[in-house]
């Protein structure tokens, strides 16, 4: 049973849709090793007695009959999946698995009649060890590569910041992080070098950093300043919650946290400094407290204040219809603002100066808005649209990046 469950899991598959795999294969290699073969060595020891030699060939038979071979094939099956970043995950459980039975290979197969499997299990080994050697340094790489694909058109998260902030924080769990340290000390082992638990923490520190360098090289490809500051306040806010209070937090530092604390409140001042900020100030009284120079002359400084706000204000929430805020909280925060910004000078504005158009017979050209239809649609901005997962892949640094990598790179907006 055991072997036919090996043999067929023995098959090229993508990293993600190996993870079920590979965890089943681990608890039915244990049980293969722990349970049956090492039973079956005891059976055979206790048979042939003196004839040691005939009961490691009739225990290696079993061996091979129980499939051993079959589940190191699966091994080699895992190590040839296409490159990614959740290979390396899977890679680190194989071998997680292996060298928790390490002790029981070598007591089991370490006779020249199991020769085959000492082998094999040797060579599988080694590919799990540079298969993950190769992509855990890769990584900064492939993150560096992003910072030339253009910034999400939405000015959400781009779905990269979310994966590696995860990612990093399951290298440096407790499940994967001694596994990563024991395959890097291994690795540098066989090139004569040494090996420290500071060598990770720098290593993952540096896919941090060249993460956060991509925020500025990305704000700064959009055309509008504005949007600069949406895509800039929800890419710090969404970095900074998701990695306070996580593994990666702790090798960042407290101070590190609290700076980029502050990065929300900033850019959600300059965006309202900028932007909706300076919009209200159209709706000005200057020429009207006093009706100095007639009722008419009053009536048409309104209409054309009116107009000038009216045009801006369509143009400012038609191009900000298309931008989003992922983060629930933020985006009720951004429009609560907007709308104080903007709602009671309009209605003050109205109170006081709309009596003077809305007798006009056009005064629909000028009081397009009522308060409420105002306070609705400022409301109603930033909010996402569902959108599908993408992956991450990791190509060659020489070569181009896959289309499933750039999918990682895109908006990782959902509604919350």
């Known amino acids: 049973m055991a072997g036919k469950t090996a043999a067929s899991l023995c098959m090229p598959m993508h990293a993600t849709e190996l993870g079920p795999g590979v965890e089943l294969w681990g608890r039915h290699l244990e049980f293969v090793v722990r349970r049956l073969l090492e039973s079956e060595r005891q059976l055979c020891a206790k048979v042939f007695g003196q004839h040691k030699d005939d009961a490691s060939v009739c225990f290696a ?24 970043p959740i290979k390396l995950l899977r890679l680190l459980e194989v071998f997680d698995s292996l060298n928790k039975l390490r002790l029981d290979f070598n007591r089991l197969f370490g006779g020249k009649v199991c020769a085959d499997i000492q082998c094999q299990t040797r060579d599988l080994v080694k590919l799990l060890v540079d298969g993950s050697v190769e992509i855990f340094e890769e990584l900064i790489v492939q993150v560096e590569l992003q910072r030339h694909m253009p910034p999400p058109a939405d000015g959400g998260v781009p779905r990269l910041v979310t994966f590696i902030v995860d990612y990093c924080n399951r290298l440096l769990g407790e499940k994967y992080r001694p596994v990563l340290a024991q395959v890097l000390t291994i690795h540098r082992s066989w090139r004569k070098e040494v090996f420290s638990d500071k060598m990770l923490a720098v290593a993952v520190l540096n896919i941090v950093k060249a993460l956060e360098a991509n925020f500025d090289v990305w704000s700064k490809a959009y055309g509008n300043k504005i ?66 120079k007639g009722r008419a002359t009053a009536k048409d400084l309104v209409k054309q204040r009116l107009k000038t706000f009216n045009a801006r204000f369509s143009e400012m929430f038609h191009e900000q219809s298309a931008w989003i805020i992922p983060d629930k909280d933020l985006r009720r925060e951004t429009c609560d603002l907007v709308i104080q910004a903007i709602v009671p000078p309009y209605r003050s504005y109205m109170q006081n100066y709309g009596p003077l158009v809305e007798q006009d017979a056009s005064a629909s050209k000028y009081v397009k808005y009522t308060v409420d239809g105002l306070e609705k649609m400022l409301g109603s901005l930033f909010t996402p649209r569902p959108r599908r997962s993408g992956s991450f892949q990791i190509g060659h640094s020489s070569g181009k990046i896959t289309s499933a990598m750039t999918g990682m790179y895109r908006s990782a907006s959902t509604v919350k």
Do not use: C
């Not at 209070?245 to 090798?251: I, P």
């Open 61 to 84: 038979e079993i061996a091979s009959r129980a499939s051993v071979l079959d589940f190191l094939r699966f091994g080699r099956a895992a190590a040839d999946t296409k490159k990614d």
């Open 227 to 292: 949007q600069s500051y949406i895509f800039m306040m929800n890419t710090r806010w969404h970095f900074y919650k998701h990695v306070k209070a996580t593994k990666l937090a702790e090798l960042l530092g407290d101070v590190w946290i609290r700076d980029h604390e502050k990065f929300k409140d900033f850019y959600l001042t300059v965006f309202m400094r900028d932007s909706w900020g300076a919009l209200s100030p159209l709706l000005n009284r200057e020429g009207l407290i006093l009706f100095s």
